[in-house]
């Protein structure tokens, strides 16, 4: 065996070995990937596909690690294979292989071997286990449909963590449509807060939420769930490709819009204090960029995606075209940031103008409180993704908590938490308070007025059988009287 190391598939020799076992690694890490090219229609052009730059052109950074590490725990595995004297033929062991993303050593009949997941399995769990079956007879285990070489990876799907994550994205896009919705309905309802561009541009922005969240949740209980339910190849994300690709743009154009119209209410804010508070002259402008804007680069991103990146629903990251999308809604989220430095500098020169006024403090607390959602600043503290595992199922949940509640918290501090609005409120219940006053007395005196006619109705009867019954006495006296005579 020297001079040879073993996989799945047999014995190869080193550099065989090393070439086979690193194209294995890319297929099990990316099953659905392609390897991209500029090829002639001549049948003689060449790809040196042995680059590792080469592989890497078609990954992103983080994705081509993983590739990489890959690679070099095969060429490992085969070095500790040739380290390892090998074992007599009479032993009845199950032989040392690489299994695709695992090493294992020689292995006693009837024994099962198991070892930590490997680290570059994305979404891998690295508490779980994978487990390796050697038969009575010295062979390892065969998969019942395949009948190759099997490794048992499920122990490194996290299913809980991930309907964990599943759940905590439907539950905050939930909440958030509860008060996204009514939100919206009061701000159209009353004609004093309609009119008012501010209150169009909070409409216009809570739109966006609202088509953010419902595409959100569509895309959990549609693509995400079933494809943790069900097998890959009966999923709905394998079956409907191209309605999984548009579910998913649509998403990312709807969660743009949301970017580009916080963007828009630091823009507003922004040139009311420059100007004086004066009003500009219609917000066609914001309309542009808060609908049309986010539609720019998510045609160029969909066109990249489609030529170069064209995988499965378009969701593995595609690496340096992630950035068409991630730069205008990072953009956005920095001047934003700058919009607010220079609305705290306003009101901190007016506490220094005016220290000894207390209402200037709860000003100034209030207007952060409410200007750090509505700016989408709090996204800086889910901007960083952790490599470690032990803190990524927990970044996952918080991000999705934070993301997909921004819009449910928008709608409390800008609608339900807003003086005006409360006001307005007031004002409609206080209208239908006294109208239902107004309804109960105008019943109330029908009422008395129907029973007066009624009391008079039996008086006038029982005055007029009176007067019946004193003619019919009259008659019968008259008739008794001309009767003696």
């Known amino acids: 065996m020297d001079g040879v190391c073993r996989n799945s598939f047999g014995l190869l020799n080193v550099s065989m070995f090393h070439a086979y076992t690193c194209s294995l690694c890319f297929t099990y890490l990316f099953p659905r990937a392609n390897i991209h090219a500029e090829r002639n229609n001549s049948k003689e052009s060449s790809i040196d596909t042995k680059s590792p730059e080469y592989i890497c052109d078609s990954l992103g950074e983080h994705d081509c690690s993983r590739w990489k590490e890959c690679c070099k725990a095969a060429e490992q595995c085969c070095q500790h294979q040739l380290k390892t004297a090998v074992s007599s033929p009479e032993s009845n062991l199950c032989p040392r292989t690489w299994d695709g993303l695992r090493c294992f050593d020689d292995t006693a009949a009837g024994d099962t071997v198991m070892l930590s997941c490997p680290h570059y399995i994305k979404y891998g769990n690295m508490q779980g286990n ?154 066609r402008p914001y309309l542009l960029i808060g609908w049309i804007g986010p539609s720019v680069p998510i045609f160029i991103y969909s066109m990249m995606r489609w030529k170069f990146a064209n995988d499965l629903c378009w969701v593995q990251n595609a ?134 006619f009624r009391d008079n109705d039996t008086v006038v009867r029982e005055k007029t059988e009176m007067c019946e019954m004193e003619n019919i006495m009259l008659t019968e006296t008259k008739n008794n009287v001309n009767g003696n005579i």
């Open 130 to 283: 994978v487990e390796k079956y050697c038969t009575e007879n010295g062979t390892w285990a065969l998969h019942p449909v395949t009948g190759k070489e099997w490794t048992n990876y499920s122990g490194c799907v996290d299913i809980q963590s991930m309907s964990g994550g599943a759940y905590a994205e439907v539950s905050a896009n939930t909440f958030s449509l509860l008060l996204l919705v009514p939100a919206v309905a009061i701000f159209l309802a009353f004609r004093q807060l309609r009119g008012q561009q501010r209150i169009q541009l909070h409409v216009c922005l809570f739109l966006s939420f609202i088509l953010t969240s419902i595409l959100n949740l569509i895309w959990e209980v549609v693509v995400h769930r079933d494809r943790i339910q069900n097998r890959s190849e009966e999923s709905f994300m394998f079956r409907q490709q191209n309605s999984c690709k548009l579910i998913n743009i649509l998403g990312r154009y709807a969660r743009a819009t949301t970017f580009f119209w916080m963007f828009c209410e630091g823009l507003f804010l922004h040139r009311l204090l420059v100007h004086a508070f004066r009003n500009p002259r219609n917000i």
């Open 319 to 452: 690496g340096g075209f992630e950035w068409i999308l991630y730069t205008p809604n990072l953009l956005s989220i920095v001047i934003n940031l700058i919009f607010l430095m220079g609305i705290l500098r306003i009101l901190l020169t007016q506490l220094h103008q005016h220290p000894n006024e207390p209402s200037n403090y709860r000003r100034a607390i209030k207007a952060t409180f409410m200007l750090v959602p509505l700016f989408g600043l709090q996204l800086f503290l889910v901007i960083y993704r952790p490599g470690s595992s032990q803190w990524l199922n927990i970044y996952e949940i918080a991000s999705k908590i934070i993301i997909g509640s921004q819009g449910g918290v928008i709608a409390l501090v800008i609608c339900y938490f807003n003086g005006e609005v409360i006001a307005c409120l007031k004002n409609t219940l206080r209208k239908l308070e006294i109208f239902k006053s107004k309804r109960h007395s105008l019943v109330t005196n029908y009422t008395v007025v129907s029973q007066r």
